[in-house]
């Protein structure tokens, strides 16, 4: 299995003949190009032409995020498995006002179904998320008659406010209360974990896109536009709440991350380098973890998870098979 490098250190990755390595106060760390598969930045890394080519070969992605640890961009290869018979068909799919619905309502409602059973899971442990269940099912029942994505959108937003109105009950710790959705600043430290967790998915998502035919530049849910990427912002609603929220609340409630763990800023309040390792590490093993996998009669990794939601779009795209959203089943 191929690995994922996280730099935190200010440096330069340079390219040695056929390997590369990254340069920093610390000194020289070789990455092995044949066991990688992404490379993300948090310190101040320069790069040269000779270095991005090589890893152009080599089809390593690197993602950018800034001191701040906002997501701001990625290397992204030449599209190496790019057909245009799917970049046609995705298109054709965004286009048609029909055919476009159709598939964004499947995210929403993989999305939904995703965090009602994150309610379940707790309700079924004592915590009093009854009323919470109830709304966000009552709305669920509306995702099929939207006509619009706007219509859906607001649905989802609908949704997932009552959904995150149940963090304080599920973690129940002082420290960390929701209050309401705050980003770029977050205004308390759940907010700066969502949106560090959220950035994270979406990158994992991406990652995943390039290893297939799809272009994540066409999403379905999320407006194709002047933005980079939609399509892995669609993928990722489905798993954000069984890879991100879940994950939060393990470190919360087994004090891996603490109060210490955060700084408080100009720019709002942000992950101290100890907590992104503490949060990177713990998301590693959790996208490493594997689960039964129904429709393989096997396990997987929660990471081939997401390809496998990716290769299940394709197939729709292509008129295959209708694609039907993961929904997990603890």
């Known amino acids: 299995m191929k690995k994922t490098i996280y730099l935190f250190s200010d440096g330069e990755l340079k390219r040695k003949d056929n390997t590369i390595f990254f340069e920093s106060e610390k000194g020289r760390k070789y990455i092995p190009v044949e066991n990688t598969d992404e490379i993300y930045v948090f310190g101040e890394v320069d790069v040269n032409k000779r270095f991005l080519e090589f890893i152009t070969q080599s089809m390593i992605i690197i993602h950018f995020f800034n001191y701040y640890g906002y997501y701001i961009g990625s290397y992204y290869p030449r599209e190496h498995m790019n057909s245009g018979y799917m970049i046609l068909k995705q298109a054709e799919h965004?286009?048609?006002?029909?055919?476009?619905?159709?598939?964004?309502?499947?995210f929403v409602k993989g999305a939904s179904q995703n965090m009602l059973q994150v309610i379940r899971y707790y309700r079924n442990r004592g915590k009093e998320l009854t009323e919470t269940e109830d709304a966000i099912l009552e709305l669920a029942n509306n995702i099929q008659g939207c006509n619009t994505i706007e219509e859906l959108m607001a649905i989802e937003g609908n949704i997932r406010e009552y959904y995150y109105g149940a963090f304080d009950i599920i973690i129940d710790n002082p420290d960390f209360v929701f209050e309401k959705r705050s980003k770029r600043p977050p205004k308390n430290y759940l907010n700066t974990?969502?949106?560090?967790?959220?950035?994270?998915?979406?990158?994992?998502?991406?990652?995943?896109?390039y290893k297939t035919h799809l272009d994540p530049r066409i999403g379905f849910l999320h407006a194709t536009n002047f933005r980079r990427f939609t399509l892995n912002l669609d993928v990722a609603e489905i798993f954000k709440p069984i890879i991100v929220d879940r994950l939060i609340f393990t470190l919360v409630k087994k004090n891996m991350?603490?109060?210490?763990?955060?700084?408080?800023?100009?720019?709002?309040?942000?992950?101290?380098?100890?907590g992104r390792m503490v949060f990177l590490q713990q998301f590693e093993d959790k996208l490493k973890t594997?689960?039964?996998?129904?429709?393989?009669?096997?396990?997987?990794?929660?990471r081939r998870l997401v390809r496998l939601e990716l290769y299940k779009l394709e197939k729709h795209l292509i008129?295959?098979?209708?694609?039907?959203?993961?929904s997990t089943g603890w």
Do not use: C, H
């Open 94 to 106: 965004y286009i048609d006002p029909g055919k476009r619905i159709s598939i964004a309502r499947k």
């Open 193 to 209: 974990l969502i949106s560090f967790g959220n950035s994270m998915m979406y990158t994992v998502a991406l990652s995943e896109i």
């Open 257 to 274: 991350i603490t109060e210490g763990d955060f700084e408080k800023t100009t720019k709002g309040i942000l992950l101290t380098e100890k």
């Open 290 to 302: 594997t689960i039964k996998y129904k429709e393989l009669g096997r396990n997987v990794s929660y």
């Open 319 to 326: 008129g295959e098979s209708e694609y039907i959203p993961y």
